[in-house]
Structures are given as C-alpha cells and as structure tokens.
C-alpha cells in the first residue's frame, strides 16, 4: 500500500517562495526517486523533478531548473519541494509519487491528493 500526503501549498506573489511536503507511508520503494509533478488546469500533469530515494541525486525540468530545490528527510520519510523565483506559470495543482529512479514514469500510478499553488502576477 502507498499513500502519499502533499501540503504547503497557497497563494504567492511572483517572485516569492513556497515549500511543500511530501509525507510517505506504506511501503517504501529504496531503488526508486521521489518525483514532485505538476497539473495546471486544463493541462495534463507534467515532471518538475525528484530525488533518489537512495543517494543524492537530483534532476529537474528545464521550467524549474535553477529555482526549484528538492530535499529530503528519511527519518520523517519525507521530501520537500522549495520553489523560489515563482511565476505566475507555476500555477498548478502539485503532486509527488514514486518513480523510476532516473526518468519520469510513474509505474505505480499512485497520486495523493495534491496541493494547489497559486501564484500571482
């Protein structure tokens, strides 16, 4: 079983900052990476970036390369994404899930429920 709880979403100006939590329980996958997604409305859900499990390495989308950081804490089982710089086409409702460590694809197609951010011009 997976679940995957995300909070700290809300409302920003431009330029700002927000960091959200990513919470997980149920079983942990050490061979594969975290991954922060994104869905604007009327859009299909795309990669911001994610994190391996096991290791350091990060990688992001060229959208948010250089403004978004992830991090984690394994004793909280928890990854966090800090997003600076926000622009209004960072809007979207943001999720993480489990995927294959090193690519986008999410096998499991487990979602939790998502926090909205919404960032004002």
């Known amino acids: 079983q997976v679940q995957l709880v995300e909070s700290g979403g809300g409302l920003v100006q431009a330029g700002g900052s927000l960091r959200l939590s990513c919470v997980v329980s149920?079983?942990?996958?050490?061979?594969?990476?975290m991954g922060w997604f994104r869905q604007a409305p009327g859009k299909e859900r795309e990669f911001v970036g994610a994190i391996n499990w096991s290791g350091i390495s990060t990688y992001y989308a060229n959208a948010v390369k250089g403004r978004f950081t992830i991090s984690k804490d394994i004793a909280k089982k928890s990854v966090y994404l800090q997003m600076n710089s926000l622009k209004p086409e960072d809007t979207a409702r943001y999720y993480c899930g489990w995927i294959v460590a090193g690519t986008d694809r999410n096998p499991l197609d487990a979602w939790g429920q998502g926090t909205l951010v919404a960032v004002s011009s």
């Open positions: 149920g079983r942990i996958f050490t061979t594969y990476a």
